[in-house]
């Protein structure tokens, strides 16, 4: 552990009652790191997301952000499988809020700056029921990013969404990630997400969930197209290792 490091997590484990759902763990996320956490359906992802963001607290052991205790809503933007947002007011006044909220100045130029990153460049004066379930998920991001924390947490931001927009999605969202150079934390079940939008995959076992991979993923994070990306044989092979990970360690 180094007190550069973004993330520290030193002996973790987390019980609810006398059920383990995590641990031991240790992991350090240096900045600027894109880390996704993958596994099945109850190995602890959401709670180890929920440690780091500070509302949970470890059993045992310790998380550090930054070098201090997480405290909730405060170190770290946060984007859930819902948006979230408040339907009565517009989509640029769920910005402005989240602007507000952090203490930064609340302009126009700067609501039309945090939605044109995702995408939203024309949609701030319509209210949220006006817009597509993808598009209030782009809003939640663009209110994370509002905030200006150097840690962006998503628990499986897009699990509800349609394919298609689900893939677009990750491709906005790895430019965005790209752009900000902010340490981010994605929590997905899907291996084929992990791989295109990591740039480090940590896959966990069954509860009580422990690293079974932890694997850098080397493929070039500018520059190229999603479609053109997912079909170069290095992604195939990554998305291959993670995959035989995941079900080397699910007992059926």
Same mark, same amino acid.
């Given at each position: 552990?180094?007190?550069?490091?973004?993330?520290?997590?030193s002996? =973790?484990?987390h019980? !609810?009652? #006398?059920?383990?759902?995590?641990?031991?763990? #240790?992991? @350090?996320? *240096?900045p600027?790191?894109?880390?996704? $956490?993958?596994?099945?359906?109850g190995? &602890?992802?959401? %709670?180890?997301?929920?440690?780091?963001?500070?509302?949970?607290? *470890?059993?045992?052991?310790?998380?550090? @952000?930054?070098?201090?205790?997480?405290?909730? &809503?405060?170190?770290?933007?946060?984007?859930?499988?819902?948006?979230?947002?408040? *339907?009565?007011?517009?989509?640029?006044?769920?910005?402005?809020?989240?602007l507000? !909220?952090?203490?930064?100045?609340?302009?126009?130029?700067? =609501?039309?700056d945090?939605?044109?990153?995702?995408g $939203?460049?024309?949609?701030?004066?319509?209210?949220?029921?006006q817009? /597509?379930?993808?598009?209030?998920?782009r809003?939640?991001?663009?209110?994370?990013l509002a905030v200006e924390?150097?840690?962006?947490?998503?628990?499986?931001?897009f699990?509800?969404l349609?394919?298609? %927009?689900?893939?677009?999605?990750?491709?906005?969202l790895?430019?965005?990630?790209?752009?900000? &150079?902010?340490?981010?934390?994605?929590?997905?079940?899907?291996? #084929?997400?992990?791989?295109?939008?990591? /740039?480090?995959?940590?896959? $966990?076992?069954?509860?009580?969930?422990?690293?079974?991979?932890?694997?850098?993923?080397?493929l070039?994070?500018t520059?190229?197209?999603?479609?053109?990306?997912?079909?170069?044989?290095?992604?195939a092979?990554?998305?291959?290792?993670?995959?035989?990970?995941?079900?080397?360690?699910v007992?059926?």
């Open positions: 552990m180094s007190s550069a490091d973004a993330i520290a997590v002996g =973790v484990t019980s !609810y009652g #006398d059920v383990t759902a995590v641990g031991p763990i #240790d992991l @350090t996320v *240096p600027g790191e894109f880390l996704v $956490l993958v596994g099945a359906s190995c &602890g992802k959401s %709670t180890l997301l929920r440690l780091i963001a500070g509302f949970e607290q *470890p059993t045992t052991g310790t998380v550090l @952000t930054n070098g201090t205790a997480p405290v909730p &809503g405060r170190g770290a933007g946060l984007v859930f499988q819902q948006p979230r947002l408040f *339907p009565w007011k517009t989509v640029g006044g769920n910005i402005a809020l989240a507000r !909220y952090a203490g930064r100045p609340v302009t126009d130029e700067r =609501v039309d945090l939605l044109r990153r995702v $939203l460049h024309d949609v701030a004066k319509r209210r949220i029921w817009i /597509s379930g993808g598009q209030q998920q809003v939640a991001i663009a209110r994370a924390n150097p840690l962006l947490l998503l628990d499986e931001p699990a509800a349609d394919a298609l %927009t689900r893939e677009k999605l990750q491709d906005d790895r430019q965005v990630s790209a752009s900000t &150079g902010r340490t981010s934390v994605f929590v997905t079940h899907s291996v #084929d997400e992990a791989v295109f939008l990591g /740039s480090r995959v940590v896959v $966990l076992t069954p509860r009580p969930g422990t690293i079974a991979l932890d694997l850098t993923i080397d070039p994070r520059g190229i197209a999603a479609d053109e990306l997912r079909g170069l044989p290095e992604f092979a990554l998305r291959a290792e993670v995959g035989h990970a995941i079900r080397d360690r007992t059926v």
